[in-house]
C-alpha cells in the first residue's frame, strides 16, 4: 500500500456515440486521486444516452476506495442515461464491486443551502430553547432536593450523618489552608491600596474601618466561595459524573437508595455548615493580613488596630457576611450535583460539564451577592 | 492483498503464506510469568482464533502483535517486518495494514460514527472530504448499520452497533490484518451469530486475515479456521476444530468436553 509509484490511470477513448474506459494501474486508497479528478472532468463533459464499456482487465489492486470510486461513477453515468458495461473484472475484483454495488448507490444526496443568516438566527433559537430547557431542569433539580430535604427532616433517621461528615471534612478543613492564604493576602491588598489614599488625608486610622467592614461583609465570604466554587464545586460534578457513567446511579436507584437523599443533600448540607464557619475563619486571617500591613506600613500597632476595630466593627457586618455564605454554599452545592447528573455516556463530557459547573458557581455567586447588597441597603441594614 | 489459496504449512519452506510468526516469546509481568517461549505462526487469509481461559494470556499475545506490548524476549514478524525492531516511520506504515477492534469498541466518544470511520482516511490519505463521506457512507452500509447511525455518537450506540461501528473503523483503510479482541462479548446470541457470518463474508470478499480472541465456542465453530488453545503459558493445541479436538490435553477436555461445548459437539 506504500508503493506510490502504480498510479491508478483512466484512458477515455471515443467512438461515434460509444466510450472506452480502459482503466489500468492500482486502485486503492494511495493512487487513485488523479483517477478522481479525470473521472470527474469526464462525467461532466460525457453525452446522455451514450454506451459506455469499461475496461479494468488491466488494474493490479482494487481496494474498497477503487471500487467504491469506479462505482460512484457508474452511477452518475447510469444517472445520464449512459449504458455501462464492466468488462475484465476478475473473480476477486467483481466479488468487491459486487458488494459495494447497493451500498453507493443514492449516496450524493444534496442538503439544500440556506442562507447563511437563516442559519445564525436558527442557531441563536436553537441555543435559547435549550438554555430554557437547561433553567427548567435546574429548577425542577432544585425543587426535587427541596423536597428530599422536606424528607429528611420528617424522618431525622434518614440523615447520612457520616456523609455530611465526610463531606465538611473534604469541603471544608481541606480547604482551610487555601482559604487562609487568599484571605491574607486580600487582606494586604486592601491595607496597602488603602494606605497609600488614607495618608494624604492624614487618615491613617480608618484604614481599620475599610478593612474591617469590607473584609467582614463582602471580600471574605465571596473569595471564600470562588475557592469552594472551583474546588468542591467541580469535584461535586466530577464524582457525580463517573458515578452515572460508570452506571452507579443507575445502581443506586434500583436498590432504591434515593440519589438526592444519597449524595445531593449530604453534600449540599455539608457545604451549608462548613461555609459560615470558613468565612468567619477567613474575615479572622484577612483582618489580621490588613493588620499586619498596617504595622508595616502606617506605623499603626496591633493594639490601637484592636482598639478601633472593637469600635467600628458592628457585629452586624460579619452576621451578613456569614448568613451570605449560607446560601453560596446552597447555590455552588447545587449546581455542581445539578452539572453532575447531567454528564452524559461519555468521557469529553464530564470535563464539559465541570467548567460549566464552577462557571456557573461562580456567576450564580456575584449575582447573589449582588442581590443580597441591593436588599440590604433598600432595607438600611 | 487479494486472498491466497491457502497451502499447507510446512516450517520454513512456505514462509511467503504467513503472516504473523512469533518464536521464543516470554512475556512475564513481574513475577508473574505469561508466556513461556511460546511459538506461532499465522497463515495469509485465514480466521485463526486464540482461545484460553481468563489470564492464560491471549489478550496480551494479541496485544503484543500490534506493538501495545513488547515480550520480554522473542521474535515477531508482521508482515514480514520485525516488529520488535522497527523505525517510527516502518511501524507507522505498518501500522495503517491492520485494524483493530477492540473490546468495547473503542471509539472515539467526541466524534461521531461517521467521523470515527473516516478519521484515518482524512489523516492518512489525500482524497476528498467527498469522496471519504462517499467511502465512510458504503462501509456503514457494509457493516449492516442503517444510515442515520452515521450521524449518532458512540454513546447513543446499541452494544451491537458499537461493535458494528468499531468493525466498519477497523476496516476503513482496507486492512490487511484484521485483529478482534472478543467481537462476539456482550452481543445476545442472534447478534454474535450475524456478527461473526459478516466477519466470514467480509473476509471472503475482501481476502484479509484475520487473528481473534474468543471465548465464544459457536464463534470456533462457525468461522474459525483454525485456532490456538493457550494454557500453561504456552499453546497447547493448534489447528484445526478437528485436530484440536483429538487432543487430550486436561485443558482442552475441559473447554470442549465441558456442559457449554458438549451441547454444541452433539449437534
Request: proline letters at 2%.
Amino acid at each position: 500500500m506504500g508503493d506510490h509509484t502504480n498510479k491508478a490511470v483512466v484512458l477515455i477513448e471515443k467512438k461515434d456515440n460509444s466510450y472506452l474506459l480502459t482503466c489500468d494501474g492500482e486502485w486503492n486508497l494511495n493512487t487513485i486521486t488523479e483517477a478522481t479528478s479525470k473521472l470527474k472532468e469526464f462525467s461532466l463533459v460525457i453525452e446522455v444516452k451514450s454506451n459506455l464499456t469499461c475496461d479494468i482487465s488491466s488494474i493490479e489492486e482494487l481496494d474498497s476506495a477503487g471500487a467504491i470510486l469506479l462505482l460512484e461513477y457508474i452511477n452518475i453515468f447510469e444517472e445520464k442515461n449512459c449504458m455501462v458495461n464492466i468488462v475484465g473484472a476478475s473473480s476477486e475484483q467483481d466479488k468487491i464491486l459486487t458488494m459495494y454495488r447497493d451500498k453507493v448507490k443514492n449516496s450524493s444526496v444534496v442538503s439544500p443551502k440556506r442562507h447563511s443568516l437563516i442559519n445564525q438566527f436558527e442557531k441563536i433559537g436553537h441555543k435559547t430553547i435549550l438554555s430554557i430547557r437547561d433553567m427548567v431542569s435546574f429548577l425542577s433539580f432544585l425543587g426535587e432536593s427541596f423536597s428530599s430535604l422536606v424528607h429528611y427532616i420528617l424522618h431525622p433517621s434518614s440523615i447520612r450523618f457520616n456523609a455530611i461528615v465526610k463531606n465538611i471534612e473534604d469541603a471544608g478543613v481541606r480547604a482551610l489552608p487555601i482559604v487562609a492564604l487568599t484571605s491574607f493576602l486580600i487582606g494586604v491588598v486592601v491595607a496597602y491600596q488603602g494606605a497609600v489614599q488614607l495618608e494624604k488625608f492624614g487618615a491613617n486610622i480608618f484604614i481599620v474601618d475599610l478593612i474591617g467592614i469590607s473584609v467582614t461583609r463582602e471580600l471574605a465570604p465571596l473569595i471564600t466561595a470562588i475557592v469552594v466554587a472551583g474546588r468542591s464545586g467541580s469535584s461535586y460534578t466530577a464524582q457525580i459524573g463517573v458515578m452515572k457513567i460508570t452506571e452507579e446511579i443507575d445502581a443506586m436507584k434500583t436498590m432504591s437508595f434515593n440519589p438526592f437523599r444519597f449524595l445531593v443533600l449530604p453534600r449540599m448540607i455539608a457545604l451549608m455548615i462548613a461555609m459560615p464557619l470558613m468565612i468567619f475563619f477567613a474575615d479572622v486571617v484577612g483582618i489580621f493580613g490588613g493588620m499586619f500591613i498596617s504595622e508595616i506600613q502606617m506605623n499603626l500597632s496591633y493594639t490601637e488596630f484592636a482598639l478601633r476595630l472593637q469600635n467600628v466593627l458592628e457585629l452586624k457586618h460579619i452576621w451578613i457576611g456569614v448568613t451570605k455564605g449560607v446560601f453560596f454554599a446552597w447555590l455552588i452545592a447545587a449546581v455542581g450535583c445539578f452539572r453532575g447528573f447531567q454528564v452524559s455516556y461519555n468521557t469529553e463530557s464530564i470535563g464539559r460539564y465541570t467548567t460549566i459547573s464552577v462557571v456557573n458557581g461562580i456567576f450564580l455567586v456575584i449575582a447573589c451577592d449582588a442581590l443580597f447588597s441591593v436588599v440590604l441597603t433598600e432595607l438600611g441594614i | 492483498m487479494r486472498r491466497v489459496i491457502l497451502g499447507s504449512f510446512n516450517g520454513a519452506g512456505n514462509l511467503s503464506n504467513i503472516v504473523i510468526e512469533m518464536e521464543d516469546i516470554v512475556t512475564r509481568f513481574g513475577e508473574n510469568l505469561v508466556h513461556d517461549h511460546l511459538n506461532l505462526s499465522i497463515k495469509e487469509g485465514e480466521i485463526y482464533g486464540l482461545l484460553g481461559g481468563s489470564g492464560s494470556g491471549k489478550s496480551t499475545l494479541l496485544k503484543e502483535m500490534i506493538m501495545l506490548l513488547r515480550p520480554e524476549s522473542g521474535r515477531i514478524r508482521v508482515l514480514g517486518k520485525d516488529i520488535l525492531d522497527l523505525s517510527t516511520i516502518e511501524a507507522e506504515a505498518l501500522r495503517k495494514q491492520w485494524g483493530v477492534l477492540f473490546q468495547s469498541g473503542a471509539l472515539y466518544s467526541s466524534l461521531n460514527v461517521a467521523e470515527n470511520i473516516g478519521i484515518t482516511l482524512r489523516e492518512y490519505t489525500d482524497l476528498s472530504k467527498d469522496f471519504i463521506n462517499t467511502i465512510v457512507k458504503a462501509k456503514i452500509k457494509m457493516v449492516g448499520l442503517p444510515d442515520y447511525a452515521a450521524k449518532l455518537y458512540p454513546a447513543e450506540l446499541s452494544g451491537g452497533m458499537v461493535k458494528r461501528a468499531s468493525l466498519a473503523r477497523a476496516l476503513a483503510m482496507d486492512p490487511k490484518i484484521l485483529f478482534l479482541d472478543e467481537p462476539t462479548s456482550g452481543l445476545d446470541p442472534i447478534g454474535a451469530e450475524e456478527f461473526d457470518k459478516l466477519i466470514l463474508d467480509l473476509r471472503n470478499i475482501l481476502g484479509f486475515t484475520v487473528i481473534m480472541v474468543t471465548h465464544d465456542l459457536d464463534s470456533i465453530w462457525n468461522v474459525v479456521d483454525r485456532f490456538c488453545v493457550l494454557g500453561d503459558h504456552k499453546i497447547i493445541a493448534e489447528g484445526t476444530l478437528n485436530e484440536v479436538m483429538k487432543s487430550n490435553h486436561p485443558i482442552i477436555a475441559k473447554f470442549f468436553k465441558g456442559a457449554r461445548g458438549s451441547v454444541r459437539s452433539k449437534v
